[in-house]
């Protein structure tokens, strides 16, 4: 099955991916483990998608994806790594 949108003027699809891998280069300045970037990017999707407010300013077109990656990119995002625990034998 192909889903078609109409496309707004002035504004292509390359433009948006464009957009997008450059908030990512950026991004990754922040958080240079790809896998963890992903991670928090990806866990923080979840949480704009389920109703949490973005801390950084959005317009009504940006993506969740582009919101969580300029709030990594502006210091409001970040992470905390969890140490192993030691198994109990």
């Known amino acids: ?42 866990k923080r999707v979840r949480q704009l998608g389920i109703g949490h407010r973005p801390l950084v300013e959005a317009t009504l077109k940006s993506s969740l994806t582009d919101i969580a990656l300029k709030e990594i990119i502006a210091g409001k995002l970040t992470y905390e790594e969890l140490k192993d625990t030691p198994s109990e034998a």
């Open 1 to 42: 099955m192909i889903l078609q949108f109409a496309s707004e003027p002035g504004r292509s699809v390359r433009s948006l991916r464009n957009m997008t891998a450059q908030l990512l280069l950026e991004a990754a300045k922040v958080i240079p483990n790809q896998q963890l970037l992903i991670n928090v990017v990806s």
